[in-house]
Nanobody, 125 residues
Framework: QVQLVESGGGLVQAGGSLRLSCAAS????????MGWFRQASGREREFVAA????????AYADSVKGRFTISRDNAKNTVDLQMNTLKPEDTAVYYC??????????????????WGQGTKVTVSS
């Protein structure tokens, strides 16, 4: 069991950067594959990035590849999402999620058992 808490959201101008962080208020993240998803108003939840428990494998949605970087520090019990060159279409609530296994299809949200409450990111044009 792990409780996830996201932080770092906010308002930023297009072209700017934000760094989101996901921490465990209970339990440890080190045993889990972790993912970031987002949901814009009126739209379905969308995969953003994922990382294996060791950090050795990562995956990104095409829409963020080259702009976002997922990383983890198991000693600090955190998973971060560095977001650069932000665009208005990146505006959404961002959620971190934990899965017991890193699979070949990390973009499928159904395999993530644990979810945070989300942090809102707004990118102005």
């Amino acid at each position: 069991q792990v409780q996830l808490v996201e932080s770092g959201g906010g308002l930023v101008q297009a072209g700017g950067s934000l760094r989101l962080s996901c921490a465990a208020s209970e339990g440890t993240l080190s045993s889990y594959a972790m993912g970031w998803f987002r949901q814009a108003s009126g739209r379905e939840r969308e995969f953003v990035a994922a990382i294996s428990w060791s950090g050795g494998n990562t995956a990104y949605a095409d829409s963020v590849k080259g702009r976002f970087t997922i990383s983890r520090d198991n000693a600090k019990n955190t998973v971060d999402l560095q977001m650069n060159t932000l665009k208005p279409e990146d505006t959404a609530v961002y959620y971190c999620a934990g899965a017991t296994t890193y699979t070949t299809t990390p973009q499928l949200w159904v395999q993530y058992r644990y979810w945070g409450q989300g942090t809102k990111v707004t990118v102005s044009s």
